[in-house]
Structures are given as C-alpha cells and as structure tokens.
C-alpha cells in the first residue's frame, strides 16, 4: 500500500511543481523587474513604484499611452491593484523621451515606441496603516507587447511582485497632493 502512495505522490508531484512556475518572459524580453523607491519607507511615506523591462537588441515595446490616435492600440498595459499596505495615487508616468516612427499601411503619422530598456512609473503612498515589516507590492496584470522590425507577437501578461520594508514608529503625514486619494482608499477597503 505505501509503494503505491509513494507512487502516486511522486507522479502528481512535477504537475504541482508546473503550476507554480513563473510565467516566461516574452521573446526579446531579458527582464522585467517592479522595484519600490526608496526600498525602506514609514506609514504615510511616498514612494515610487517602478516597472522596468529590458529588451533584447532589435525588440521594441510601446508605452502605456500613444499621441497618435491611430496608434492607439499599440500600447502596454498596467492593471494596479486596489489598496493594501501600498496605495497607488496619480496616474502612471511612461518613460520621456520614446522613439517615433511612422507606420503608413497603418494611417499611422507618428507610433511611439522604446527600445533597450524602459521604466514605467507610478507614485504610491505607504498606508498610513500599515505595520512595520516586509508588504508586497504586487502588479495583478502587466499586458507587455514586444516586436522587432519585422512583426509583433502575441501580447503577454506578466505579474512582477516587488518588497518593501515598512518602517517601525508613527505615520507621517501624508504628501497633501494626495491626502485625499489615501483618505478615498482607506475608506473603501
């Protein structure tokens, strides 16, 4: 009876093991990597949460918003997750500075789009209730959209996951241009 256990155990085991592997990143993508800034924070404290994907040479990858309307579909996109021990505010910042291009067969006057590495950025707000100790800093859906010069592939969904250290000792007070937005989701959590 116990050879048989054993067996079943060891054969449901590389199933179990699959299930929990990472997602793999695109092609042409090195690494994507969710830090927090500065890494260590009080209650109350703004941070900047950034999302940095460095791509292989000649990959490109598009930013969370285009100026051309036409191009509006090329874009990246970032789900935020709802308040935690970190509260997103304001709206997520791409990199300056894009590369553009036209894409005529498109109607496309002016596509952006970045090459090598880009860093998306968004501020966020230490929970002035949060406890001290390590608080994850998860992004529940990251749609990445990867090309190279000669077509693009299917988009793929990543969820990069970044630590905090929350300090010990009282919140300050938190930065007034986004008081309310804390205030806002404190109360609807």
Partial sequence: MLPRMLIALFAFAPLTL???????????????ELTVEPAEAK??????????????????TY???QTDKQAESMVNKIEFPAAGAIIFVGEALDQPLA??????LLGIKS?????????????????????AGAA???????????????????????????????LDGPAVAVDAKYAAEVEKALKDR
């Avoid at 699959?18 to 994507?32: R, T, Y």
């Avoid at 404290?45 to 460095?54: A, C, G, I, P, R």
């Fill in 136 to 166: 994850s800093v998860a992004i529940p859906k990251f749609v990445l959209s990867i090309c190279d010069k000669d077509s693009c592939f299917p988009p793929k969904t990543l969820a990069p996951e970044a630590t905090v250290k929350v």
């Fill in 18 to 32: 699959a299930a929990e592997k990472p997602a793999a990143l695109p092609k042409g993508v090195e690494k994507v």
């Fill in 111 to 131: 596509m952006l789009y970045y090459k090598g590495k880009v860093t998306y950025e968004r501020k966020a707000v230490v929970s002035p209730k949060a406890t």
């Fill in 99 to 104: 590369e553009t291009k036209p894409e005529p």
């Fill in 43 to 60: 209650p109350g404290q703004l941070v900047t949460v950034k999302l940095t994907v460095t791509l292989r040479e000649g990959f490109h």
């Fill in 63 to 65: 930013p969370l918003a």
